[in-house]
């Protein structure tokens, strides 16, 4: 089954056929590290790494690179503010972003390079497209001539005419014409800078991803990424830079992820509606949030509202619930008289999904058919339970059904982190402690369980509803099945 992507640069999909036969290059561009990181970054993450996660499993060796942007006018000014050096602020929002990307459980790029950590880099693009009469200097300052580049407008459908109707100079750029743009500028008092050919300055924000694509990727990659609102001017200016000093395409595929509003609205600190991931992972386990993400293409825009995050936790409990109740039906006996299996139902669902991913990565269309697979699934272990048991073929099905639905979910969603066993932690005093009293809390809870279901069988109903309320109260709730109780946490 071949993939087809949808590519900005053609406007139409497109068959996937990489530059090099079971490789893939992947750059996009990161955040710029002067604030908490908001549900539409989180978005761009979890979209690229599904894109990335989907690309391995159809056996392609894939080399992602995510930079970031730690020095810039937000960056200086937040600086400023808080009178810190801007290293300071860069670090610290750079932090938090690990820090968010694993409890999102974002698989980290295989580079994540700094602006700041290739100023050479990007001084030797600026001075070969000097030298190849692409740019110019005028006082410290170096512009890309964008009249010189015959293709420029190509990404984003804008026409030069166009764009010189909105194009102006700002107050003291001495630049030769409103459409170009700045590579490198001349740096003011207080502001970071670095020598250069050109006096002291810093680079500009088209350039820099430029140099580290180049730098790490090569002059041609597989897929150029980002969210949508960096089409233009962000992405047309990289390619127009990149393909006037290599004279190659500079990306074979673009691919943008459409924008998340809040309640219908587009996301402002002044509106109120500004929603961090931390805000979200301090309410919600991060898979609400993925699959949420998921829920709609990659393309489409993307309305937030805590509603819809209540929503998405119900179908997310669904998915859980179809692989926990394997557990349930191991205990019921075997009756093999028992009629049906769920193996036509693993192959249709399994069909449907890799057909979905394999048109655009249409999530949607994949997640409906993972729904349908747990609705055969739930039908089966009811008709199971109702009958007081379950045929060996029966329960074999169940159990694939069920491995399917978690492999899927985990090594492609990234989901049912949750269900998986512990990663390996270094072990301190404080994590010795903390694994102790959630086996001494567990012991506790199977104790009264205990105690509430010899209440129940001696009809002293006041007592067992007293144990659930109390558990509920503190976070634990419980489930009356026909092979037992089971409980789990909130």
Not at 231 to 244: G, I, R, S, V
Not at 460 to 483: F, M, N
């Amino acid at each position: 089954m071949s993939l087809k992507i949808y590519n900005t640069l053609s406007g139409k999909k497109e068959e996937f056929v990489p530059i090099k036969p079971g490789e893939v290059k992947i750059y996009t561009c990161g955040v710029t590290v002067y604030d908490h990181n908001h549900v539409g970054h989180g978005r761009s993450l979890i979209v690229f790494d599904m894109i990335r996660r989907y690309l391995r499993y159809l056996g392609y060796d894939v080399k992602f690179v995510r930079n970031f942007t730690d020095v810039d006018d937000k960056i200086i000014n937040r600086a400023k503010d808080e009178c810190l050096p801007f290293t300071v602020i860069a670090d610290r929002y750079i932090k938090e972003y690990f820090q968010d990307a694993e409890n999102f459980r974002i698989e980290p790029a295989d580079v994540e390079p700094r602006v700041t950590t290739h100023i050479p880099d990007i001084i030797d693009f600026i001075q070969k497209l000097i030298e190849k009469g692409y740019a110019y200097e005028v006082d410290g300052d170096v512009y890309f001539s964008v009249r010189k580049f015959k293709d420029y407008g190509k990404l984003s459908k804008r026409s030069v005419d166009e764009l010189i109707a909105g194009a102006r100079v700002e107050p003291g750029e001495k630049k030769r014409d409103p459409l170009d743009f700045a590579l490198w500028k001349r740096s003011k008092a207080g502001e970071p800078s670095w020598d250069s050919p050109w006096g002291k300055g810093r680079p500009g924000w088209h350039t820099e991803c430029c140099a580290m694509i180049f730098k790490h990727l090569g002059e041609t990659i597989d897929i150029h990424g980002g969210g949508l609102d960096l089409t233009f001017p962000h992405h047309e200016n990289e390619l127009a830079q990149a393909e006037a000093l290599s004279d190659k395409p500079f990306a074979r595929y673009w691919v943008h992820n459409g924008l998340v509003t809040v309640n219908g609205q587009k996301m402002s600190k002044s509106l109120g509606n500004y929603i961090t991931l931390k805000e979200i992972y301090s309410k919600y386990e991060p898979d609400i949030l993925r699959l949420l993400v998921l829920s709609v293409h990659y393309r489409s825009p993307l309305d937030f509202s805590w509603e819809k995050m209540e929503e998405t936790k119900k179908a997310y409990e669904r998915l859980k619930n179809a692989i926990d109740e394997y557990e349930t039906l191991e205990k019921l006996p075997i009756k093999e008289d028992f009629e049906g299996h769920l193996y036509d139902a693993i192959a249709k669902a399994e069909q449907g999904f890799y057909s979905a991913m394999s048109d655009d990565f249409n999530t949607p269309e994949a997640l409906a058919s993972l729904f349908g697979l747990v609705r055969e699934m739930n039908i089966l272990r009811d008709r199971a339970v109702k009958e007081g048991g379950i045929s060996q073929k029966a329960l074999k099905s169940y159990k694939e059904a069920k491995d399917v639905l978690y492999q899927i979910g985990r090594d492609i969603f990234g989901l049912f982190d949750s269900l998986q066993p512990c990663k390996p932690t270094e072990k301190t005093e404080e994590t010795t402690e903390k694994s102790q009293k959630e086996q001494v809390d567990s012991q506790l809870v199977e104790m009264l369980l205990e105690v509430r279901n010899i209440a129940r069988k001696e009809k002293q109903y006041h007592i067992a509803d007293l144990i659930r309320d109390k558990l509920s109260q503190q976070g634990i709730v419980i489930e009356d099945t026909p092979v037992g109780t089971k409980w789990k946490k909130k």
